[in-house]
């Protein structure tokens, strides 16, 4: 690299630049791959565990390692030989995401009890990104086992990554469960960064870290090798700062490739193009919206409720329908003020607590059958290990009986699906067909609901698409911003439906912390 090009290469700013920037910044020789994966490295060293000590790299690749990757695909540039769109930019994944021997990582799903398993290989979406010239420089740490875990852990907290912190400032929330993946992506630890979603583990952290996230349509992406809570409706999906970083993260993700750049061009970036329902209610506007502070749970309401209209009049070519009815998706939220257990042999709480912890048995265990050189091969070895090692398994503020409550609930069900299981279960897919029902008898290509509301919750009945886009800022420094639900298979309308949003929304927040 020439000296002129080291002197561009700096002015490239890691915290603002956009996937698209880096690509660009490739493409026109001002920087190479291999100086891309030094910078990053340094930035995550100055501030991961030093200086602000925002913990959102659980684990970096053995540095020799992926500079001679990253060497390799230099050289592949040179020759004119491109794997993808991306090739040669680093990326985070979450540490839910099987990496094989090869990369030098671990995957523990932010466990001690993993450490030192070996999966049987890298998952099949760490291959094909690969395969596309794409860098894996490091996991990012997340909630604990995709919060599934136990009462008392904290959004972004982990054994093994300690707890991940917001950009925004201390006692401002990181949401969960991919909270590394959002924070890490904020921070400029990585060009852009992979999450994994149940119920609002991508476009949670997305929000509270002033980034894009888009969990895609059920099984759209490959989920073998990654840490499950349940099949039904766990997804990977791409977080970016812009949303051509979103499409084209997206298009390497699925086999076989989808260009949804395509989706960014005129007319699909046009506001005309789409119509709207407008989310509201009480479990659809944030009747609890945060103010972000954590001793302070509603204190945003008033200031959350004009930003939400402020964007629906710059959004207004767009709006066909406001209120768009969802009926019965008050089943979601109406028991949220419950705790969630068991309570003579019947299940007390939230309907969806129950199904995802019995479905969790069943597929937990199975991923870990899969692996080797550990003892830890059903969920009962991993509740014993902890209870034996709580020091390395729990907060030290937790209360240990209660800190898995979650694992021992899934162990209580053995999988079985009963009665209640398949009432909630139906309860469930009522909500998925009404949310269906409504845009169709409307004719609308999707919903938008402010963010802190529950539409992951009416996501996830249906395995729909949901993305997230924060474009303002709380007094506090909250991030605040919308969230689009739309029908199975359609990203390619909630990318274009961003696009054109992009077009008259103010820019995401970033933090003065990092910049």
Same mark, same amino acid.
């Given at each position: 690299?020439?000296?002129?090009?080291?002197?561009?290469?700096?002015?490239?700013?890691?915290?603002?630049?956009?996937?698209?920037?880096?690509?660009?910044?490739?493409?026109?020789?001002?920087?190479?791959?291999?100086?891309?994966?030094?910078?990053?490295?340094?930035?995550?060293?100055?501030?991961?565990?030093?200086? !602000?000590?925002?913990?959102?790299?659980?684990?970096?690749?053995?540095?020799?390692?992926?500079?001679?990757?990253?060497?390799?695909?230099?050289?592949?540039?040179?020759?004119?030989?491109?794997?993808?769109?991306?090739?040669?930019?680093?990326?985070?994944?979450?540490?839910?995401?099987?990496?094989?021997?090869?990369?030098?990582?671990?995957?523990?799903?932010?466990t001690f009890a993993l450490m030192g398993s070996v999966v049987p290989a890298s998952a099949p979406l760490v291959q094909t990104l690969m395969s596309r010239g794409i860098i894996i420089l490091g996991k990012a740490n997340m909630t604990v086992l995709n919060n599934m875990y136990g009462e008392g852990i904290e959004n972004g907290w982990s054994p093994r990554g300690g707890q991940t912190l917001s950009v925004f400032g201390s006692g401002h929330n990181t949401g969960?469960?991919?909270?590394?993946?959002?924070? &890490?992506?904020?921070?400029?630890?990585?060009?852009?960064?992979?999450?994994?979603?149940?119920?609002?583990?991508?476009?949670?952290?997305?929000?509270?870290? &002033?980034?894009?996230?888009?969990?895609?349509?059920?099984?759209?992406?490959?989920?073998?090798?990654?840490?499950?809570?349940?099949?039904?409706?766990?997804?990977?999906?791409?977080?970016?700062?812009?949303?051509?970083?979103?499409?084209?993260? !997206?298009s390497s993700m699925v086999v076989p490739h989808t260009d949804y750049t395509q989706y960014l061009a005129s007319p699909n970036n046009s506001l005309s193009s789409y119509r709207l329902g407008v989310a509201r209610g009480p479990g659809f506007f944030p009747f609890s919206y945060s103010s972000g502070l954590k001793d302070d749970p509603h204190a945003g309401y008033p200031e959350s409720e004009a930003l939400f209209d402020d964007a629906l009049r710059l959004l207004?070519?767009?709006?066909?329908?406001?209120?768009?009815?969802?009926?019965?998706?008050?089943?979601?939220?109406?028991?949220?003020?419950?705790?969630?257990?068991?309570?003579?042999?019947?299940?007390?709480?939230?309907?969806?607590?129950?199904?995802?912890?019995?479905?969790?048995?069943?597929?937990?265990?199975?991923?870990?059958?899969?692996?080797?050189?550990?003892?830890?091969?059903?969920?009962?070895?991993?509740?014993?290990?902890?209870?034996?090692?709580?020091?390395?398994?729990?907060?030290?503020?937790?209360?240990?009986?209660?800190?898995?409550?979650? !694992?021992?609930?899934?162990?209580?069900?053995?999988?079985?699906?009963?009665?209640?299981?398949?009432?909630? !279960?139906?309860? &469930?897919?009522?909500?998925?067909?009404?949310?269906?029902?409504?845009?169709?008898?409307?004719?609308?290509?999707?919903?938008?609901?402010?963010?802190?509301?529950?539409?992951?919750?009416?996501?996830?009945?249906?395995?729909?698409?949901?993305?997230?886009?924060?474009?303002?800022?709380?007094?506090?420094?909250?991030?605040?911003?919308?969230?689009?639900?739309?029908?199975?298979?359609?990203?390619?309308?909630?990318?274009?439906?961003?696009?054109?949003?992009?077009?008259?929304?103010?820019?995401?927040?970033?933090?003065?912390?990092?910049?």
């Amino acid at each position: 690299m020439t000296t002129d090009s080291l002197q561009r290469d700096v002015e490239l700013d890691l915290v603002r630049a956009t996937l698209q920037d880096v690509g660009r910044a490739l493409e026109e020789g001002q920087v190479t791959s291999e100086a891309l994966v030094k910078r990053y490295l340094a930035r995550i060293e100055a501030d991961n565990i030093n200086g !602000l000590g925002l913990r959102a790299v659980i684990e970096t690749a053995p540095r020799d390692n992926v500079l001679a990757i990253a060497k390799q695909l230099d050289e592949e540039r040179a020759a004119g030989k491109l794997r993808g769109q991306l090739h040669g930019i680093p990326i985070l994944i979450k540490d839910a995401i099987a990496t094989g021997p090869e990369l030098g990582m671990q995957t523990t799903g932010g466990t001690f009890a993993l450490m030192g398993s070996v999966v049987p290989a890298s998952a099949p979406l760490v291959q094909t990104l690969m395969s596309r010239g794409i860098i894996i420089l490091g996991k990012a740490n997340m909630t604990v086992l995709n919060n599934m875990y136990g009462e008392g852990i904290e959004n972004g907290w982990s054994p093994r990554g300690g707890q991940t912190l917001s950009v925004f400032g201390s006692g401002h929330n990181t949401g969960g469960s991919s909270s590394g993946s959002g924070v &890490g992506l904020a921070a400029g630890f990585a060009a852009a960064t992979i999450g994994c979603e149940t119920m609002g583990s991508i476009t949670s952290p997305g929000l509270h870290s &002033g980034t894009y996230g888009l969990k895609p349509t059920l099984k759209l992406v490959d989920g073998r090798g990654i840490i499950p809570i349940t099949s039904r409706q766990d997804c990977a999906g791409p977080m970016g700062k812009s949303v051509w970083d979103l499409a084209t993260l !997206l298009s390497s993700m699925v086999v076989p490739h989808t260009d949804y750049t395509q989706y960014l061009a005129s007319p699909n970036n046009s506001l005309s193009s789409y119509r709207l329902g407008v989310a509201r209610g009480p479990g659809f506007f944030p009747f609890s919206y945060s103010s972000g502070l954590k001793d302070d749970p509603h204190a945003g309401y008033p200031e959350s409720e004009a930003l939400f209209d402020d964007a629906l009049r710059l959004l207004a070519p767009a709006i066909a329908l406001d209120p768009a009815e969802i009926p019965g998706s008050e089943t979601i939220w109406e028991r949220d003020d419950e705790q969630s257990c068991f309570e003579n042999g019947k299940w007390k709480g939230r309907r969806e607590v129950l199904l995802m912890v019995t479905d969790m048995y069943e597929d937990f265990n199975t991923y870990l059958a899969g692996l080797r050189n550990t003892s830890i091969r059903t969920l009962e070895d991993l509740v014993g290990w902890n209870k034996l090692h709580p020091d390395q398994a729990f907060p030290s503020a937790a209360d240990p009986s209660t800190a898995q409550m979650f !694992l021992e609930y899934a162990v209580q069900t053995q999988g079985i699906k009963g009665e209640e299981y398949k009432a909630f !279960l139906e309860i &469930g897919n009522a909500v998925a067909k009404s949310f269906v029902d409504t845009l169709d008898k409307h004719n609308l290509d999707a919903i938008v609901f402010p963010t802190w509301s529950w539409a992951p919750g009416v996501a996830s009945t249906g395995g729909f698409p949901i993305s997230v886009m924060p474009f303002a800022q709380l007094e506090s420094g909250e991030p605040f911003g919308l969230m689009f639900v739309a029908r199975r298979g359609d990203e390619g309308k909630l990318i274009g439906l961003m696009a054109a949003c992009e077009k008259v929304l103010p820019a995401r927040p970033i933090s003065k912390l990092v910049q």
